[in-house]
């Protein structure tokens, strides 16, 4: 009986091996190639401003960086060269160092040093005013991120329930509900969703990453100018 059993089992496999050797066509799946562009144009009217939002965003991204990287740079050796010069009474020397960086550090202890003689409190007020200064230079265009990680979403969603609408909208006038139909046209509106919701997170990542990076070299700056006011207030 287990023997009869094995062969009855045996027979359906071996029929279905059978016909797909008899007709290779069966193994053969058909993918349709579509682009990663004409993928992305399914989301409908609302991925232009998207796309375009992502092109203005890693320009801004880019350009911020390249801006802020260079305004932070620090020469390890210049604050202590600069107080080096400073207790020696060599103000000029100072001053050429800090000029030579051309760095938002060095533009601030510059500041300072360019009017030692007066009092304590308005060297302090000077270096916080050109700190804030430098630090609101680094924070220009920064705004652009914060309003675009806010806009590309809201954008896609707008693209999917606009779709959605139209979907339903011709499903009410020509009276046919095909699962298709709505399972197609609901995976192409909600690329748009899923776009702006990556351009959402790229600049709200950016805005962020670029928000800690100014605020390192504020507490940096914060330091030297004590240090610097230190020195100044020496005998």
Not at 19 to 26: C, F, H, I
Not at 130 to 156: C, F, Q, R, Y
Not at 165 to 178: A, R, V
Not at 215 to 225: A, G, H, M, N, R
Request: net charge neutral; aromatic share 6%.
């Amino acid at each position: 009986m287990f023997l009869n059993f094995l062969l009855q089992a045996s027979n359906p496999i071996a029929d279905t091996l059978a016909n797909a050797a008899a007709n290779p066509e069966m193994n053969v799946s058909v993918t349709e190639s579509v682009s990663y562009l004409d993928f992305l144009l399914k989301g409908g009217i609302m991925i232009i401003p998207i796309i375009l939002l992502l092109f203005f965003c890693i320009y801004v991204i880019i350009e911020r960086y390249l801006s802020i990287k260079k305004a932070t740079k620090q020469d390890a050796n210049l604050i202590s060269d600069v107080k080096m010069q400073l207790q020696s009474g060599k103000l000029d020397n100072a001053i050429m160092m800090c000029s030579r960086e051309n760095t938002a550090s060095g533009n601030i202890m510059k500041s300072g040093i360019s009017i030692i003689g007066r009092p304590i409190s308005e060297i302090e007020s000077v270096m916080e005013r050109t700190a804030n200064v430098e630090i609101a230079e680094m924070e220009k265009g920064l705004g652009h991120l914060g309003l675009i990680s806010g806009i590309a979403p809201i954008l896609g969603f707008i693209g999917t329930i606009s779709g959605v609408i139209k979907i339903f909208h011709t499903i009410s006038n020509t009276g046919n509900l095909n699962i298709q139909t709505i399972s197609g046209g609901l995976y192409e509106k909600m690329i748009s969703s899923g776009a702006g919701l990556v351009v959402g997170v790229v600049a709200y990542s950016a805005y962020h990453l670029f928000n800690m990076m100014i605020d390192s070299f504020s507490l940096k700056v914060q330091k030297q100018t004590l240090e610097i006011i230190n020195v100044i207030q020496q005998p």
